[in-house]
Nanobody, 127 residues
Framework: QVQLVESGGGLVQAGGSLRLSCTAS????????MGWFRQAPGKEREFVAA????????YYTDSVKGRFTISRDNAKNTASLQMDSLNPEDTAIYYC????????????????????WGQGTQVTVSS
């Protein structure tokens, strides 16, 4: 049984930082691209970042480039999202997701391609 469990969300003031973690179990972790998505109230779920199987390749949506950093530790089956310089527009539920990939360099920005999802963690940024 595959499980992805997020942690680290919370309330922070604008300009602050949070670090989200995602712990995976029940899968061969380094066979999966790990992604982070978010969904704000009344909006569709959107891609935030992804990291390749080895961790050597990282991808970000434009709105978070330079502020967010995705990472992974394959020995610990964890993926993380360091979020700095947060602003109220970053307020959302954040989800980690796993996508089985056979090629190191590929990744997906569309949620429908991801195989497994966590339950989400709330991030609220106050102005």
């Amino acid at each position: 049984q595959v499980q992805l469990v997020e942690s680290g969300g919370g309330l922070v003031q604008a300009g602050g930082s949070l670090r989200l973690s995602c712990t995976a179990s029940g899968l061969t972790f380094d066979n999966y691209v790990m992604g982070w998505f978010r969904q704000a109230p009344g909006k569709e779920r959107e891609f935030v970042a992804a990291i390749s199987r080895s961790g050597n390749l990282r991808y970000y949506t434009d709105s978070v480039k330079g502020r967010f950093t995705i990472s992974r530790d394959n020995a610990k089956n964890t993926a993380s999202l360091q979020m700095d310089s947060l602003n109220p527009e970053d307020t959302a539920i954040y989800y980690c997701a796993a996508d089985r990939k056979y090629i190191e360099s590929t990744y997906e920005t569309q949620s429908r391609f991801y195989d497994y999802w966590g339950q989400g963690t709330q991030v609220t940024v106050s102005s």
